[in-house]
């Protein structure tokens, strides 16, 4: 069991993060790719591709899809690839809000964002997050003009817990639309930015999952001769554990994130993971589970289970060679030293699914929360623990390497999907990754050809749903 903790009447999972087990039970949450049931793998694939509707026949008592979410199935955003899981298009993308300030504060940069204020304090029953921390970057300053935090909650009540949220797509009720607009508009002197993220890729997630921690502890000591700038770090969540998915790096198990995901992106209510709440109904909790146990567990199997990408055949040995003549560049310009081929004992994975500082211009709001319904909420910290920004949580312009398996399939490119090209992707790293990127740059285009083809080498498995 894990300590029930009360914060307040809302439960937050900051960034996708919900809540850790006892050590003991960490091993036990990994899928991995082990879980090869066939027939709990049958039922989550059902499950991954059902279209939920509101007060869905197949609910437990719960009210289905809603009130709030962003897709009616898993595969409505993770469809890329021959027969889906994959992941999604631009139009799939998330929305995250974070207020920003406006310079009401003459030492306030019109569009600075108060994040850089907030600092979290948990305490033994609940925890309350002030803006201005006097240890942080903000300290030298007051923060006049610094919206309080009933301000801040009036906009969205996900804003009392954490410094950014997401934003639901959809409502159940037709009024949700107009909320939604008000929300995105101008209060006063806050105003909000919006951000985005891409869905992830989701073939050979089970082989990452199973990947030991201590390959990823041991990919950050490495250091790349000739790229002394490369200094990937394990992503640490305020509970210690290491983070190796999302964008961020900001969950540690698969599990964790398929719960999350059914609670987050669909607003159903599964055992440990509230659903999403109404932001203008906040009190409104579920009448009980839309998935059982036994459904996660099945989910998270068959997510667990889809193939790892494959390397296309090429079409001619003048394109097998072509591509040979890519990967050597790949590696010798330094894209490898990130983008690691093997970790673990996983083949084929291009990446060391460490953090990276990838330069201002890629940089967005560190973590963001769900607004969840309930009063069982799922602390984001345990009592007691390190304030989040002393965390080895990521920070703003740092981004987990992204794995390029699968990268012919997997367009647009980048946390946000704002590259649409291979080409764009490249051309927008920059801090750790500017020496590599520069080098690309100055590759003659017949090179840069032969590294492009090694890439779309990379695809999609034939038939990832089994
Ligand atoms: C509205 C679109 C959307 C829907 C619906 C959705 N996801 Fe996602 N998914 C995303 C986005 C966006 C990310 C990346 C989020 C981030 O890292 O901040 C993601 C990431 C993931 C990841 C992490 C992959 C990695 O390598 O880091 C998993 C696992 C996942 N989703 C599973 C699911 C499952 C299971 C469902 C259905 C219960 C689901 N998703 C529904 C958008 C969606
Ligand atoms: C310092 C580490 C680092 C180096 C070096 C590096 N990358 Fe990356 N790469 C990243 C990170 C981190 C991202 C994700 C950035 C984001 O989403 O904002 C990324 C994203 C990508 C993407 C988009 C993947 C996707 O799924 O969206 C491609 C393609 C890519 N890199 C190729 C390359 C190539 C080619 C090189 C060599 C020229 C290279 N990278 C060098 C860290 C690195």
Request: hydrophobic share 30%; aromatic share 0%; glycine share 8%.
């Given at each position: 069991m894990r300590p029930a903790i009360r914060i307040g009447a809302f439960g937050l999972a900051v960034g996708l993060v919900v809540p850790w087990g006892q050590p003991a039970a960490w091993s036990a949450d990994r899928v991995g790719a082990?879980?090869?049931n066939p027939r709990a793998i049958a039922q989550g694939r059902e499950l991954f591709t059902h279209e939920w509707v509101p007060h869905d026949d197949r609910s437990h008592g719960g009210d289905g899809l809603g009130p709030v979410y962003n897709e009616r199935s898993c595969v409505g955003c993770h469809h890329q690839g021959p027969k889906g899981a994959g992941g999604g298009s631009a139009g799939t993308n998330i929305e995250i809000i974070t207020p920003t300030g406006t310079g009401s504060n003459p030492q306030d940069a019109p569009g600075s964002f108060f994040y850089y204020a907030f600092s979290f304090n948990y305490g033994p029953n609940g925890f309350s997050y002030r803006i201005g921390d006097p240890a942080g970057p903000t300290a030298r300053r007051p923060n006049a003009g610094a919206p309080n935090l009933a301000e801040l909650a009036r906009i969205h009540p996900g804003f009392r817990d954490a410094p950014a949220v997401v934003l639901h797509r959809y409502g159940n009720d037709a009024d949700y639309r107009v909320w939604r607009e008000w929300v995105l508009g101008r209060h006063g002197a806050i105003a909000l930015r919006s951000s985005q993220r891409n869905p992830a890729p989701l073939f050979g997630v089970g082989l990452i999952d199973a990947i030991p921690d201590a390959a990823l502890e041991a990919a950050a000591r490495r250091r790349h001769p000739g790229f002394p700038q490369v200094k990937g770090r394990v992503g640490r969540l305020a509970d210690g554990r290491v983070g190796r998915f999302g964008w961020k790096a900001q969950v540690a198990t698969l599990r964790e994130f398929v719960l999350s995901a059914a609670a987050v992106e669909l607003g159903l209510e599964v055992p440990g993971h509230a659903q999403a709440a109404d932001p203008r109904i906040?009190?409104?909790?579920?009448?009980?589970?839309?998935?059982n146990l036994a459904e996660c567990d099945a989910l998270a199997a068959f997510v667990g289970s889809l193939s790892p990408p494959v390397v296309a055949p090429a079409a001619n040995p003048r394109d097998e060679k072509a591509r040979k003549a890519g990967k050597a560049l790949f590696k010798s310009i330094g894209c490898a030293a990130c983008h690691v081929e093997k970790l673990g004992d996983v083949e084929g994975l291009y990446s060391d699914l460490l953090l990276h500082a990838m330069s201002p211009e890629l940089g967005d709001t560190p973590s963001y929360g769900a607004f969840l319904a309930g009063a069982a909420a799922q602390p984001v910290n345990p009592p007691g623990d390190r304030p989040a920004e002393r965390t080895g949580l990521a920070r703003e312009d740092e981004w987990r390497t992204p794995p390029l398996w699968g990268l012919r399939d997997s367009a647009p490119y980048l946390h946000d999907g704002r590259a649409q090209t291979l080409d764009e992707a490249i051309a927008l790293h920059g801090g750790e990754a500017s020496a590599a990127a520069r080098r690309y740059r100055q590759l003659p285009p017949r090179d840069q050809a032969q590294l492009q083809m090694f890439l779309r080498s990379l695809a999609a498995p034939e038939v990832p749903l089994r």
């Open positions: 082990k879980d090869k906040p009190p409104l909790k579920a009448p009980g589970l839309d998935l």
